[in-house]
């Protein structure tokens, strides 16, 4: 990191710690006192602030409303038994944020904007950071266009915000999944690998016809075959094969996920072997079938590792090995927690003490 830069800070008058109930936060409702915003004009990014959290004035003519440049980034800070606070892999996040401005045509964003922003947010806000196992302050990045113009055209002008939430697991039970072989949630040559708001918006409505089913969570195929397994949209997508690590590889229409890329190191790490590259449906529901595959997880930053206990494909169901068996991936969530606590040494150097 840089300079320290010039952030000004207005405290709220009024905390709302003293109202919140720390034992109910379902994932993303809960605001924490203040949020980070910097804005971008004339080729820069300025007026860089801590601002208690809350609306802000802006034009209905904002192109981000009207042709989509927006992007986000999710990543989470935990609460050590010490009272430290630790922020996981930010770099990852801040990586991936600036990857997904190019490619939807806005400015990046320098990191010690992103970093500074994020610890002086944890700074001001430290007491929103829970400290109940399997909780964590989500730090929700985002940028969006603010030109108040209805030309199509990159915009001039960009907001980036932080958002901190304090939450628990995103999922609390054993996922219900459908392999999605109508809808498509990205292409080759469009923005899949990108976190911006579109790639959530257009899986609404196939997400809501297969909640109508009984799911949970879609599994999204490939758009050109529907044979190959993407990701979930919330999350990427793990199994274990004949004791193998399989997960679809990172490509133009898959998210390249953190959480994921953490996984793959510590299973490495734990001598279990990975195979990073195509994973047809077939062998999956094969798989189930004849019990090669005997663990299969959702694995994100909200989601964090979440057992898939049944896939739907084709209008029937079929049912995974009990979860409460699998060895793999409870193994790995437990080295991943225990890093993120501060409860084992972070040998790997993710953890940033802020
Ligand atoms: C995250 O895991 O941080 C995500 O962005 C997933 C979110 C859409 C719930």
Redesign the pocket.
Known sequence: MNETLDITVTKTEQTRLTVTDFSQLPFGKVFSDHMFIAEYENGEWTNLQVLPYGPILMSPAISALHYGQAIFE?MKAYRFADGKVSVFRPEKNFERFNKSATRMAMPSIPQDIFMQGIAALIEIDNKWVPSQDGYSLYIRPVMFATDPYLGVKASDKYTFALLTTPTGP?YSKALKVKIETEFTRADEGGVGYA?TAGN?ARSLYPFAEAQKEGFDQLIWTDAVSHEYIEEAG??NLIFVIDGKLVTPSVRSTVLDGVTRDTIIKLAKNAGIEVEERRVSVKEVIEGIENGRLTDAFAA????TVTPIGEIGYEGKVYTLTDPSTRTISAGIAKTLNDIRYGLIPDEFGWNWIV
Do not use: V
Request: hydrophobic share 30%; net charge positive; charged share 10%.
């Open positions: 999710g995103y976190k959530y919330t999350a994100g930053t909200a989601a």
